[in-house]
């Protein structure tokens, strides 16, 4: 079994800062790629950013310079730390993990989503 628990959620004024992070848990070999993708009211989900084993990362355009995703590949977490939100980033935030089990089949997994509220 594995798990991804995410943090950091919360309500921020515009301009402010926040940090999410995603611990994954349970039977894993090896991590292929971690990131966060989120999902507002009637839209699709979308990538935010993600950072893969190498340690190159992609951004989405909208979070690009505001944004930074990173890793601690010790404890099998990732963060994304977010600055100058905006409204428009009000969303439930997943934190998705690309991974290999134990019984060495990769998978995407998802984490249960955290609410990011940008008041203006």
């Known amino acids: 079994q594995v798990q991804l628990v995410e943090s950091g959620g919360g309500l921020v004024q515009a301009g402010g800062s926040l940090r999410l992070s995603c611990a994954a848990s349970?039977?894993?070999?090896?991590?292929?790629?971690m990131g966060w993708y989120r999902q507002a009211p009637g839209k699709q989900r979308d990538l935010v950013a993600v950072?893969?084993?190498?340690?190159?990362?992609n951004y989405a355009d909208s979070v690009k310079g505001r944004f930074t995703v990173s890793r601690d590949t010790a404890k099998n977490t990732v963060y994304l730390q977010m600055s100058s939100l905006k409204p428009e980033d009000t969303a439930v935030y997943y934190c998705?993990?690309?991974?290999?089990?134990?019984?060495?089949?990769?998978?995407?997994?998802w984490g249960q989503g955290t609410q990011v509220t940008v008041s203006s």
């Open positions: 950072i893969i084993s190498g340690g190159s990362t």
């Open positions: 998705n993990a690309k991974l290999r089990s134990s019984d060495n089949v990769v998978r995407n997994y």
């Open positions: 349970g039977s894993i070999l090896s991590i292929n790629a």
